[in-house]
């Protein structure tokens, strides 16, 4: 009996587990550009640096936050060191890291965040982003 019970318990936490959503981050910023238009799905840039601190908490504290990866499950989502340069080329002036860029889906830049946010502000981000994507694409995110 206790061994059902044990298996149960089991099965029930790797289901659960299973439910929970991770960000899917594409390979390079081309690509996620190129995705973004196709799939007319916004886009969301972070800008980190290999040793940044502030960056693995953003990346490992607050988009690994439920809340925020459910909101991020709409948008295209990209990775770029700051010393890529090529990348960088393609990306508005960046004064810091992290350093978040959404755009709509045909790249006009709508929000900008700078440094590390907890999530409830960094989930305060997302009703101006929509406003703005209606804005300046007639749409809806």
């Given at each position: 009996m206790?061994?059902?019970?044990?298996?149960?318990?089991l099965l029930f936490t790797l289901l659960a587990g299973a439910e929970t959503e991770?960000?899917?981050?594409?390979?390079?910023?081309e690509s996620a550009v190129s995705l973004a238009k196709e799939q007319q799905l916004p886009l969301m840039v972070m800008?980190?640096?290999?040793?940044?601190?502030w960056c693995k908490k953003m990346r490992y504290r607050t988009l690994e936050d439920?809340?925020?990866?459910?909101?991020?499950?709409?948008?295209?989502n990209v990775r770029v060191d700051e010393e890529n340069?090529?990348?960088?080329?393609?990306?508005?002036?960046?004064?810091?890291?992290?350093?978040?860029?959404?755009?709509?889906?045909?790249i006009k830049l709508l929000e900008?965040?700078?440094?590390?946010?907890?999530?409830?502000?960094f989930l305060k981000i997302f009703p101006r982003?929509?406003?703005?994507?209606?804005?300046?694409?007639?749409?809806?995110?």
């Amino acid at each position: 009996m206790r061994y059902i019970v044990v298996s149960l318990m089991l099965l029930f936490t790797l289901l659960a587990g299973a439910e929970t959503e991770e960000i899917v981050w594409q390979k390079d910023l081309e690509s996620a550009v190129s995705l973004a238009k196709e799939q007319q799905l916004p886009l969301m840039v972070m800008v980190e640096g290999k040793r940044c601190r502030w960056c693995k908490k953003m990346r490992y504290r607050t988009l690994e936050d439920e809340a925020v990866t459910a909101k991020l499950q709409k948008y295209v989502n990209v990775r770029v060191d700051e010393e890529n340069k090529e990348a960088m080329s393609h990306l508005p002036p960046v004064d810091g890291v992290p350093t978040i860029f959404f755009f709509s889906p045909q790249i006009k830049l709508l929000e900008t965040s700078v440094g590390y946010s907890v999530v409830d502000d960094f989930l305060k981000i997302f009703p101006r982003i929509e406003q703005k994507a209606i804005k300046a694409d007639h749409g809806k995110l």
